[in-house]
């Protein structure tokens, strides 16, 4: 039980790798993304309950999230090419990541990803998103999305700026 939160943390990489592999939007697609989606919600939790919190732990959920969102990505991407305005969203979302990732490791000497309510919610929205695409026009429900992310990756700058959220 002490090692059954990081066994999830790990098995969502090895579900986004296998993500990779699939057609986007088939449903294998779907139960894979799905399964690392709440897979994501659950590690954390786990943890808790069980009493096997640990540095290592936090470090493999980031890993997790950013190999879930990597694969996730490549899978998503050639359906929103098109969309202009939703790509320099993102491109500028992703920057700013960047940006707010390199300076905590200049600054702090180590990797700092602030889990904050609101990289967890847009988290959550960018998760639920992709399942909106057969119901709803893409910009429809994508650029809010993109805004909410926007704010949520200027928060975490400002947290990592600030040092709030990164111990």
């Not at 098109?82 to 180590?110: P, Q």
Request: positive net charge; hydrophobic residues 55%; proline residues 3%.
């Amino acid at each position: 039980m002490k090692h059954l939160a990081n066994i999830i943390t790990t098995s969502r990489i090895a579900a986004s790798a296998f993500l990779l592999f699939t057609k986007a939007f088939s449903p294998w697609f779907y139960v894979l993304y799905i399964y690392c989606g709440a897979s994501d919600m659950i590690d954390g939790t786990v943890a808790r309950r069980t009493n096997s919190q640990s540095a290592f732990g936090e470090k493999l959920d980031s890993i997790s999230d950013v190999c879930f969102f990597a694969a996730s990505a490549v899978k998503i991407f050639p359906f929103i090419i098109g969309e202009r305005l939703i790509l320099i969203f993102a491109c500028a979302i992703l920057a700013l990541k960047m940006i707010s990732i390199t300076c905590g490791a200049v600054k702090f000497k180590k990797l700092v990803m602030p889990h904050t309510v609101m990289n967890k919610v847009t988290g959550f929205l960018l998760f639920v998103l992709p399942l909106t695409f057969r119901f709803a026009d893409i910009k429809l429900v994508a650029v809010p999305v993109c805004v909410f992310a926007a704010v949520s990756a200027a928060h975490e700058f400002y947290c990592v700026f600030t040092g709030r959220g990164t111990d």
